[in-house]
């Protein structure tokens, strides 16, 4: 499937890069677009169109109705562009959230089951901490391992994980706010150059959220998950599957895992990946990405000028 010869990944963001308006663009351009988006309202009682459209940003910022805003975007920026010239992924992967749209991308999952399952996984992910305090942070400038032995140290009094490994320069931990903080500490006494409390919503990749995983099963075993062609890397494992149970499986453990996403990359690169292709908000994958390999390519589709940027691209190919 490798474009002129270029083996293409299609990669989508995780929680935090969503802005009021997203994808309004492309739905401008062909009004189709929101019949997803209305049904996904109709079906879960929510105003999902409404908050995107309009706002405001803290509503928007809910677990329950980001990742379903940014699953939507992330997939209705991708069928545009596949509108437009005739494409397909040799990988798909996603950052925490964006592998379940990534399962859209490669047929597991339709799009309607996939929102609908983002949105009780967000709901899962708040609810499942019964209260508890809780803190993430990004950990920036300290060696992976150095940092995965603090938290093993710390884990003797408090539970700390870590729940990101984002780049080799950041990596995000994640846990109890006392775990967390003492983690922080310890981090700049190391060296780290900076370690940022991070606004979220539960612990998230921790084993505070352990139920969740499992709620999110027991939603899981009600939907069909597709075969498919093309394989996904997994958060968990960074490998490539293809087998609609063990991509079931991976989802679940997702949750209170660790994301491997600079070894996602890796993988990819070493599978011959050359071009990644980000749908969604922000451009932050392919930031990261970058940050991983210089030497690869990435482009990015947040708004429909992208489209044109991605076109010029591949005709120069």
């Known amino acids: 499937m490798a474009y002129k010869n ?52 803290e509503e928007l910022k809910e677990t329950r109705y980001t990742q379903p805003a940014i699953l939507y975007h992330s997939i209705i920026a991708m069928q545009s562009l596949l509108k437009e010239l005739d494409l397909k992924p040799d ?41 508890e305090p809780f803190a993430m942070a990004a950990i920036i400038g300290l060696d992976a391992e150095v940092l995965k ?36 500490e310890l981090a700049k006494e190391k060296g780290a150059k900076r370690a940022l ?31 498919t062609a093309i394989p996904v890397i997994s958060n968990v494992d960074a490998k490539p599957h293809f087998d609609p149970n063990t991509i079931r499986e991976n989802l679940v453990k997702q949750v209170t895992s660790s994301v491997l996403w600079v070894d996602s990359i890796k993988e990819m690169v070493s599978l011959g990946v050359e071009l990644f292709i980000e749908f969604g908000p922000k451009r932050v994958v392919s930031g990261m990405i970058k940050k991983i390999d210089r030497n690869v390519d990435t482009l990015s589709i947040d708004e429909w000028q992208d489209i044109v940027t991605v076109k010029e691209y591949m005709e120069k190919l």
């Open 6 to 57: 270029k083996k293409i990944a299609f990669v989508f963001p995780g929680q935090g890069a969503q802005y009021v308006g997203m994808g309004m663009e492309f739905i401008d351009k062909n009004p189709q677009l929101l019949e997803p988006l209305r049904r996904f309202d109709q079906r879960n009682g929510t105003s999902l169109e409404e908050i995107i459209r309009n706002g405001p940003e």
């Open 91 to 131: 990988y798909v992967a996603g950052h925490s959230l964006g592998e379940i749209t990534a399962l859209v991308a490669n047929g597991v999952l339709n799009l309607e089951d996939a929102m609908y399952l983002v949105h009780k996984r967000g709901e899962f992910m708040i609810k499942a901490n019964q209260g």
């Open 197 to 227: 409390p991070l606004a979220v919503g539960g612990p998230f990749h921790s084993p505070m959220i352990e139920k969740a995983g499992l709620w999110l099963g027991e939603e899981m075993s009600k939907m069909s998950f597709n075969s």
């Open 149 to 184: 032995q603090i938290c093993l140290d710390v884990s003797q009094e408090h539970l700390i994980v870590v729940a990101n490994y984002n780049t080799p320069e950041q990596i995000v931990i994640s846990g109890s706010e006392e775990g967390v903080n003492r983690a922080s």
